[in-house]
C-alpha cells in the first residue's frame, strides 16, 4: 500500500421522513457529526499523507449508479461505514460494493449497529472488522496498522473474524478529556448541499452540529448506552472556540447541540452561554436532542436567551402532579 491513504466514509442511511418522492423535499438530513470527527482525527495525525472523504447516501447517492461513479473515482484503500441496524439493508449494500469494486480495500463498520448489534455488523464478511464504541483513536490505530501490513488484532475497541470466528479485543477506555479530540472537518463534506435540505431546526440554512458533552449519568430503561453512564463535557472555552470558528469561517449562524444532557452542568452551560453573549455573535442555538427541565431555572433560561437560544426540547422521562 502507498504511502497516502485515501479513506471514504459513508453514511449508510435511509429516507427516514420522506417515504415517496413526492415528500422528498421533506427529508430531514442532519451532518454525519460522527464521521467527521473520524475524519479530523486521521488528518491531525497523518497530515498531508491522508484524504478523506465522506458521503452521505441520503443526500448524495438518489440513484444507483452514483455509489458507483463516487467509489470508482475515489479509488478507496479504507472505507468506514456508519450503519444503524434499521439500515442494515444499506450498510450491506455498502460493504458489497466497496468489495466488488475494490476487494483490496479495507471495510471498517460502525456507529449505532456495530456498538450495540456488533455481530449483526460483522456477519457480512464484506466487512473485515468493526469499531465499537467511540473511534477517534481506533480509525488512527487501523490506518496505522493497515500502513505497516501488521495484524490488527492488538488494536483496542474492534471486533473481527478469524478462521470463521468473531473475535472481540479488549474495550477502549471512553476519552475522559474531550477538549483534546479535533473539531469536526467540515472540510470532507460538501456544506453547501447540506444547507438546502431540511435541518433539525426544520428549516434550510448552512448549519453546524455540536457535541459539547458525551454520556448521560441516568439510567433510563429506553436510553442508549453508546457513549457509556458517566458525563463527561469538553470546558466552556473549547465549546465556545468551535462556534466561533465556524461563524467566522463558514459564516455559519444556525447551531444544533446533540448532547444527551447538554445541561447537567449549570455553570458550565451559564459559562458557555456568558462567552457567546460577550463576543456579540448573533447566532442561532438549538437544544435539539433535549434538556433537563430540572435543572433550568429562570435565570439560566434568560441567559439561553440572550445567546441565542431559540429552540429547546424536554426529555419527560418521568410524569406527577408537579
Same mark, same amino acid.
Given at each position: 500500500?502507498?504511502?497516502?491513504?485515501?479513506? +471514504?466514509?459513508?453514511?449508510?442511511?435511509?429516507?427516514? +421522513?420522506a417515504?415517496? &418522492?413526492r415528500?422528498?423535499?421533506?427529508e430531514?438530513?442532519?451532518?454525519?457529526?460522527?464521521?467527521?470527527y473520524l475524519?479530523? @482525527?486521521?488528518?491531525?495525525?497523518? %497530515?498531508?499523507?491522508?484524504?478523506?472523504? =465522506?458521503i452521505?447516501l441520503?443526500?448524495?447517492?438518489?440513484?444507483?449508479?452514483?455509489l458507483?461513479?463516487?467509489l470508482?473515482?475515489f479509488?478507496?484503500?479504507l472505507?468506514? =461505514?456508519?450503519g444503524?441496524?434499521i439500515y442494515?439493508?444499506?450498510?450491506d449494500?455498502?460493504?458489497?460494493?466497496?468489495k466488488?469494486?475494490?476487494?483490496?480495500a479495507?471495510?471498517?463498520?460502525?456507529g449505532?449497529?456495530?456498538?450495540t448489534?456488533?455481530?449483526?455488523?460483522?456477519?457480512?464478511?464484506?466487512? &473485515?472488522? *468493526?469499531?465499537i464504541?467511540?473511534?477517534?483513536?481506533t480509525?488512527?490505530?487501523?490506518?496505522?496498522?493497515?500502513?505497516?501490513g501488521?495484524?490488527i488484532?492488538?488494536?483496542?475497541?474492534i471486533?473481527?473474524?478469524n478462521?470463521?470466528?468473531?473475535?472481540f479485543?479488549?474495550?477502549?477506555?471512553?476519552e475522559?478529556?474531550?477538549?483534546k479530540i479535533?473539531?469536526? &472537518?467540515?472540510?470532507?463534506?460538501d456544506?453547501?448541499?447540506?444547507? $438546502?435540505?431540511?435541518?433539525?431546526?426544520?428549516?434550510?440554512?448552512? %448549519?453546524?452540529v455540536?457535541?459539547?458533552?458525551?454520556?448521560?449519568?441516568?439510567?433510563?430503561?429506553?436510553c442508549?448506552? =453508546? $457513549?457509556?453512564?458517566?458525563?463527561?463535557?469538553?470546558s466552556?472555552?473549547?465549546?465556545? %472556540?468551535?462556534?466561533?470558528?465556524?461563524?467566522d469561517?463558514?459564516?455559519?449562524?444556525?447551531?444544533?447541540?446533540?448532547?444527551?444532557n447538554?445541561?447537567?452542568?449549570?455553570?458550565?452551560?451559564?459559562?458557555?452561554?456568558?462567552?457567546?453573549?460577550?463576543?456579540?455573535?448573533?447566532i442561532? *442555538?438549538?437544544?435539539?436532542?433535549?434538556?433537563?427541565? &430540572?435543572i433550568l431555572d429562570?435565570?439560566?433560561?434568560?441567559k439561553?436567551?440572550?445567546?441565542?437560544?431559540?429552540?429547546?426540547?424536554?426529555?419527560?422521562?418521568?410524569? @406527577?402532579?408537579?
Amino acid at each position: 500500500m502507498t504511502d497516502h491513504i485515501k479513506v +471514504l466514509f459513508i453514511e449508510a442511511n435511509r429516507s427516514w +421522513l420522506a417515504k415517496t &418522492d413526492r415528500l422528498a423535499d421533506l427529508e430531514q438530513i442532519v451532518l454525519p457529526i460522527g464521521l467527521m470527527y473520524l475524519s479530523a @482525527s486521521l488528518k491531525k495525525s497523518f %497530515q498531508n499523507k491522508i484524504e478523506t472523504k =465522506i458521503i452521505n447516501l441520503v443526500l448524495e447517492c438518489k440513484n444507483n449508479t452514483d455509489l458507483d461513479e463516487i467509489l470508482m473515482s475515489f479509488k478507496p484503500d479504507l472505507v468506514g =461505514i456508519r450503519g444503524m441496524s434499521i439500515y442494515k439493508e444499506a450498510y450491506d449494500e455498502v460493504a458489497n460494493k466497496v468489495k466488488h469494486y475494490y476487494p483490496a480495500a479495507f471495510v471498517v463498520g460502525g456507529g449505532p449497529i456495530a456498538t450495540t448489534t456488533p455481530d449483526l455488523a460483522l456477519n457480512n464478511h464484506n466487512v &473485515d472488522c *468493526i469499531a465499537i464504541g467511540e473511534a477517534e483513536e481506533t480509525i488512527v490505530e487501523l490506518v496505522e496498522y493497515i500502513k505497516k501490513g501488521k495484524d490488527i488484532a492488538d488494536i483496542q475497541g474492534i471486533a473481527y473474524r478469524n478462521k470463521g470466528d468473531v473475535r472481540f479485543t479488549e474495550s477502549r477506555p471512553l476519552e475522559e478529556n474531550l477538549d483534546k479530540i479535533s473539531f469536526p &472537518d467540515y472540510e470532507a463534506i460538501d456544506l453547501s448541499r447540506y444547507s $438546502h435540505v431540511m435541518t433539525y431546526g426544520y428549516n434550510r440554512r448552512k %448549519q453546524a452540529v455540536i457535541v459539547s458533552s458525551r454520556g448521560c449519568p441516568y439510567k433510563c430503561i429506553y436510553c442508549h448506552n =453508546i $457513549h457509556g453512564k458517566k458525563w463527561r463535557s469538553r470546558s466552556s472555552d473549547n465549546v465556545y %472556540q468551535e462556534i466561533k470558528y465556524l461563524h467566522d469561517q463558514y459564516r455559519i449562524v444556525d447551531f444544533y447541540f446533540v448532547d444527551d444532557n447538554v445541561n447537567l452542568d449549570y455553570n458550565r452551560m451559564t459559562d458557555i452561554c456568558d462567552l457567546i453573549i460577550a463576543s456579540r455573535m448573533k447566532i442561532n *442555538i438549538y437544544f435539539a436532542n433535549g434538556v433537563r427541565g &430540572d435543572i433550568l431555572d429562570s435565570r439560566l433560561i434568560d441567559k439561553m436567551s440572550e445567546a441565542g437560544v431559540i429552540w429547546m426540547t424536554f426529555a419527560l422521562e418521568t410524569a @406527577s402532579p408537579r
